[in-house]
């Protein structure tokens, strides 16, 4: 004798259901068995990204503050004439290098592009050395020119002297 059992929809319904939910839960457990080894794609390297980003502002802001300076002391720099020795002007320009090269020491920013203002420092008071140098070297030149035409003079003399004895 075969008995034939007969579900409602609602019965049929909590059955699917039922079913549903057992499949869920055995794919959830087998998933955690088998990836729990595996790093998680979604750990370290947003973190790591967002840090990055952060510090890159942080250079950017502290860029823009040092980026007046950086222009203000080149504009001295241009402007100075080591002819009219002014020692404030010499001193602004030594300061407005100093606080380029010093400009990133202070903060914790371990951004590479830091580096390169030590460089522009650097260039600028090459750049303030040559132009004293530059002066130093015309101021010689002019001497030396000065005292071969004395001496030329001098042995024009001496040889006109010589002259009016023979």
Same mark, same amino acid.
């Given at each position: 004798?075969?008995? !034939?059992?007969?579900?409602? !929809?609602?019965?049929?319904?909590?059955?699917?259901?039922?079913?549903?939910?057992?499949?869920?839960?055995? /794919?959830?457990?087998?998933?955690? %068995?088998? %990836?729990?080894?595996?790093?998680?794609?979604?750990?370290?390297?947003?973190?790591?990204?967002? %840090?990055?980003?952060?510090?890159?502002?942080?250079?950017?802001?502290?860029?823009?503050?040092?980026?007046?300076?950086?222009?203000?002391?080149?504009?001295?720099?241009?402007?100075?004439?080591?002819?009219? @020795?002014?020692?404030?002007?010499? @001193?602004?320009?030594?300061?407005?290098?100093? +606080? /380029?090269?010093?400009?990133?020491?202070?903060?914790?920013?371990?951004?590479?592009?830091?580096?390169?203002?030590?460089?522009?420092?650097?260039?600028?008071?090459?750049?303030?050395? +040559?132009?004293? @140098?530059?002066?130093?070297?015309?101021?010689?030149?002019?001497?030396?020119?000065?005292?071969? +035409?004395?001496?030329?003079? @001098?042995?024009?003399?001496?040889?006109?002297?010589?002259?009016?004895?023979?």
């Amino acid at each position: 004798m075969q008995v !034939n059992i007969t579900l409602s !929809n609602k019965e049929k319904r909590h059955y699917f259901l039922y079913l549903l939910g057992m499949m869920l839960i055995t /794919i959830l457990i087998v998933s955690v %068995l088998t %990836l729990r080894k595996f790093p998680s794609p979604f750990g370290d390297a947003d973190l790591h990204s967002v %840090l990055v980003l952060e510090e890159k502002s942080k250079f950017d802001e502290a860029q823009k503050s040092i980026q007046k300076n950086i222009d203000s002391t080149f504009a001295l720099i241009e402007k100075f004439d080591p002819e009219k @020795n002014d020692p404030m002007k010499e @001193n602004a320009i030594d300061i407005g290098i100093s +606080d /380029i090269g010093n400009a990133f020491k202070i903060t914790a920013v371990t951004d590479k592009r830091q580096n390169g203002y030590a460089r522009i420092a650097n260039f600028y008071k090459m750049y303030e050395l +040559d132009k004293k @140098n530059m002066h130093i070297s015309t101021e010689n030149v002019d001497l030396f020119k000065k005292q071969y +035409d004395n001496c030329l003079i @001098n042995v024009k003399e001496r040889a006109q002297q010589r002259n009016q004895q023979q």
